[in-house]
């Protein structure tokens, strides 16, 4: 079954720590793996997809087949980074995207 | 662009009535889908259309919900009787034509539904 968890409902960091945001995925064939963000009163957009190889705001996340997870990853945190995150995957030869339940993260100054 | 259009935008309504919910996709977009987001179970899709045919629709929770694109621009998601445990925030969203570089999916802003 294609599956997407994301185990933390809430990260909690102060500014300049680094940020770890885990998802990990089940699906049978090679899977497309996107990281969706919703920042305060702003609309769900893309954050970033693994096939770009890139670099969005200081955030990375790579695909590791072998533990089937794709962690978002940020070495120093800041403020505007705080919003809900959402990890989505998607299958070949579909348009259809299956997200996490969401992980809220909360950056302190 | 004014983006993937939803209205209402807040909609607050008794148990047993019913509820219709609007979208506008994206012009040029081929791909429609409606979602709804909880606390508890996040972001789940309900139904997605390609070129106006529903292509699945086993996320619908049950027959009270129904969803039509009758045309490239227009979609409609209904509940009908509705229930309070169908209150949740439903969004849309819109995204071009499959390709290896079109997986990216466009919101709109959603719908509040309150079902008292």
């Known amino acids: 079954a294609q599956r997407v968890t994301q185990p933390e409902k809430l990260l909690s960091v102060f500014k300049g720590a680094p940020v770890e945001l885990k998802c990990n995925y089940s699906y049978s064939g090679s899977p497309e793996l996107f990281w969706y963000v919703q920042y305060s009163r702003q609309r769900l957009q893309l954050l970033l997809r693994?096939?770009s190889r890139e670099s969005i705001k200081g955030f990375t996340a790579d695909l590791n087949k072998g533990e089937t997870s794709f962690h978002l990853k940020k070495p120093f945190a800041q403020e505007e980074d705080s919003a809900m995150y959402y990890c989505a995957l998607s299958g070949y030869n579909t348009d259809k995207l299956i997200f996490g339940t969401g992980t809220r993260l909360q950056v302190f100054p | 662009d004014a983006g993937v259009i939803q209205s209402p935008r807040h909609e607050v309504t008794e148990m047993g009535q019913e509820v219709t919910l609007r979208c506008k996709p994206i012009?040029?977009?081929?791909?429609l889908f409606w979602y709804r987001q909880t606390m508890m179970r996040g972001l789940e899709l309900l139904i997605y259309f390609n070129n106006n045919v529903p292509i699945d629709d086993s996320g619908m929770p049950e027959d009270r919900f129904s969803a039509k694109m009758p045309n490239a621009s227009f979609s409609t998601l209904k509940i009908q009787p509705s229930e309070p445990r169908d209150s949740a925030v439903y969004f849309c969203?819109?995204?071009?034509?499959?390709?290896?570089?079109?997986?990216?999916?466009?919101f709109g802003p959603g719908t509040r539904l309150t079902v008292t």
């Open positions: 969203a819109s995204s071009l034509p499959q390709g290896r570089d079109s997986y990216e999916q466009y």
């Open positions: 693994h096939i």
């Open positions: 012009s040029g977009h081929n791909s």
